[in-house]
């Protein structure tokens, strides 16, 4: 079984549309985390949340919207695309409290590209 | 604030080389270090972890130690084999954890037969 999944796996669209990115996982955690990596590797954290409650929003535009519908998801969802957004998108997750909640475990990531 | 610089790559090895990629970090108290493992096309796994001054981690013959004194967490492994070829990254989480990590730039390792 899968802990931290992502779909989908590939996301190639056209500027200026809006798409969805999914996340789930089963590892029971409270904590669950949007990161970029840009074309360069670099990665940096673009949201967070705790209990389905943002956080932690990194200067992140605001045509980007995160959603917790429950404390296993964390979807993200990105209007008006642009060229720039054209990255790979990892979800992480982690336990809130406790030994080990200092651990994140990533998703296979999602790889958008704009044209 | 909070920051980690791990030494750029690329890294070129040959099999059974040994290998050191370094990380210094920047951060207020006792922070939390990873290193993670990105195989070409995939997604990151965590390679290793330490929590506090002086732990080892280790695994799959990697190892880095915390060292307090010198904001360093330096990875190693002995002998490098072709299916070590990946990016590695070193990462950081605040003293407390449940925060964001703060990542390195990463390392691009290359091993070659």
């Known amino acids: 079984d899968t802990a931290v999944s992502q779909t989908p796996k590939y996301l190639v669209t056209q500027m200026g549309n809006d798409k969805s990115i999914k996340c789930e996982q089963n590892l029971g955690h409270d904590t669950m985390y949007w990161y970029k990596q840009d074309s360069k590797k670099f990665l940096k954290i673009m949201f967070s949340y705790n209990n389905k409650e943002l956080i932690i929003n990194e200067t992140v535009p605001n045509r980007f919207s995160p959603k917790s519908p429950d404390k296993a998801h964390l979807n993200l969802h990105i209007n008006s695309l642009e060229l720039g957004d054209s990255a790979v998108y990892f979800c992480?997750?982690?336990?809130?409290?406790?030994?080990?909640?200092?651990?994140?475990?990533f998703g296979p990531g999602t790889r958008l590209l704009v044209l | 604030g909070n920051s980690v610089t791990q030494m750029e790559g690329p890294v070129t090895l040959s099999e059974e080389a040994f290998l050191t990629i370094n990380c210094t970090y920047t951060a207020t108290g006792y922070p939390s270090l990873f290193w993670y493992v990105q195989y070409p096309g995939e997604g990151l796994q965590l390679l290793l972890k330490?929590?506090?001054?002086?732990d080892k981690g280790s695994n799959k013959g990697f190892e880095a130690t915390y060292r307090k004194e010198t904001t360093s967490f330096h990875l190693e492994k002995g002998s490098v084999q072709v299916s070590d070829s990946a990016v590695y990254f070193c990462a950081l989480s605040p003293q407390g954890g449940s925060e964001k990590l703060v990542f390195g730039k990463g390392t691009k390792l290359t091993v070659n037969p």
């Open positions: 992480a997750s982690s336990p809130s409290s406790g030994a080990g909640k200092e651990t994140q475990y």
């Open positions: 330490a929590t506090k001054a002086d």
